[in-house]
């Protein structure tokens, strides 16, 4: 997305970060408007200085000022990074972020057998999608895992499936095997291929939408109930256009529900 300049002096920007086992993305929030969002590599051996310059290296490449951060509020699912971003965001901004976790208000309730084993990043989902477009609700986010979210009509998390990612199978597929290939992720034009890369991107791209249609079709048969479905992360745009059912892709749920998680605490 087109990034919007912070600026000394002007308007406060909440930042929001959302720590992925592949990708961090940060997104710098004018009140509910996302300004700009950046992503950089998730490395488990950087320091905390090596972070803060990589994060002001984005920032900068991308015009975006070092001023004008106001706080932050982290999700994560990389526990030993946790610390590593708390010290350089506090290292550049001099801010304690707020990290999404037992405490923190979220304004839905988790129905399952283990709260507390909910990963940040699909509770940040939920408040998102409940808070812009109601409930109930079916999730789709398609980062390093794909998690197949269910939300009722109160509002609460009800449950998740979590299925092998797209590039996580992609990968598989070329490292695992002797002869095939890497191969770029776009949709060839036939289900059926004529050589070795398009029969693997078909069964990548076209073998996920099909399995996303057929687990919204139990998901919806065990509920009993018609769920409107959205679709978040990384590789959302690059699969869901080719599933059968209506999905509303908005790839920046976390990020936005990061941002509503950080106005009900502050």
Known sequence: MRCQKVMKGGTPVILTIDIGNSNIA???????ELSFVVRISTEIRKTADEYASKILGVLA???????????????????????VIKEAVKTIWGIEPLFVGPGVKTGINIHCDTPSSVGADIICACVASHSLYGSPSLIVDMGTATKMTVMSEKGAFIGVSIIPGVLMGLDALSENTAQLPKVELEAPRSVIG?????SMRSGVIFGNAAMIDGMIDRIKNEVGAELPVYATGGVAHLIIPHCKHSITIDENLVLKGLNIIYGKNK
């Open 26 to 32: 940060l997104g710098g929030f004018v009140g509910s």
């Open 194 to 198: 004529k050589n070795t890369s398009d």
């Open 61 to 83: 490449v991308h015009g975006i000022e070092r001023q004008g951060i106001d706080g932050a509020v982290i999700s994560s699912v990389v526990p030993p990074l946790n610390s």
